[in-house]
């Protein structure tokens, strides 16, 4: 399932893993569904897709299929600490933006 790669992948359990939503692009900070727990994933199911995380500066485009997973906890300290550089905006990409690696 997709559940159970999504737990493989991000080295927790399939117990830690939050219900599965499907979401719509955000244009706005703060309004894309961030989620919550020490890692959030991203999975584009459209054509292209783009993710802004707006407080580090990157920008990240995506093609349908890809996945991305961050860590939502700052972990430097003893105390786990929401990491808000993990806020992020996401966007339909124009196709013409995307290069290929």
């Not at 499907?22 to 703060?30: D, K, L, N, Q, S």
């Not at 802004?52 to 997973?69: A, I, S």
Request: with cysteine; charged share 25%.
């Amino acid at each position: 399932t997709v559940e159970a790669r999504l737990a493989a992948t991000s080295g927790l359990g399939l117990e830690h893993l939050a219900p599965l939503r499907i979401v719509r692009c955000a244009t706005e900070p703060g309004l894309s569904n961030r989620g919550c727990g020490p890692k959030s994933a991203y999975i584009c199911l459209s054509e292209t897709d783009e993710v802004f995380f707006y407080r580090l500066g990157m920008r990240l485009q995506l093609r349908k299929g890809d996945l991305l997973m961050w860590p939502n906890v700052d972990w430097s300290t003893e105390q786990p600490v929401e990491d808000l550089r993990t806020m992020r905006v996401h966007r339909k990409a124009d196709v013409q933006d995307i290069t290929s690696f």
